[in-house]
């Protein structure tokens, strides 16, 4: 089993920064594919940025050059610095985790931009 706890959500102005933390624990090894999507209201879940098997990075068109996914392996952490954010960056984020084929997700954190 594994379990993904995130952190950081919260409300921030427009053009401001947050940074997600999403701490794994269990059977997870740095080569399982771990990740960050999100969800707004009345629209699907969508990939926001993630690590591939190999540690390369997916990110969202709508996302890139502003928000920035990184790891420690060390601590079995994946982080999600998101900065010049935008109102439509307000969603649930989720953190993902692909463990041989299983898919794991946390519980979700908010993150609102808004003046």
């Known amino acids: 089993q594994v379990q993904l706890v995130e952190s950081g959500g919260g409300l921030v102005q427009p053009g401001g920064s947050l940074r997600l933390s999403c701490a794994a624990s269990?059977?997870?090894?740095?080569?399982?594919?771990m990740g960050w999507y999100r969800q707004a209201p009345e629209k699907q879940r969508e990939l926001v940025a993630s690590?591939?098997?190999?540690?390369?990075?997916n990110y969202a068109d709508s996302v890139k050059g502003r928000f920035t996914i990184s790891r420690d392996s060390a601590k079995n952490t994946v982080y999600l610095q998101m900065n010049s954010l935008k109102p439509e960056d307000t969603a649930v984020y989720y953190c993902h985790a692909d463990v041989w084929n299983r898919h794991y997700w946390g519980q979700g954190t908010q993150v609102t931009v808004s003046s």
């Open positions: 690590f591939t098997s190999g540690g390369n990075t």
């Open positions: 269990g059977n997870i090894f740095s080569i399982n594919p």
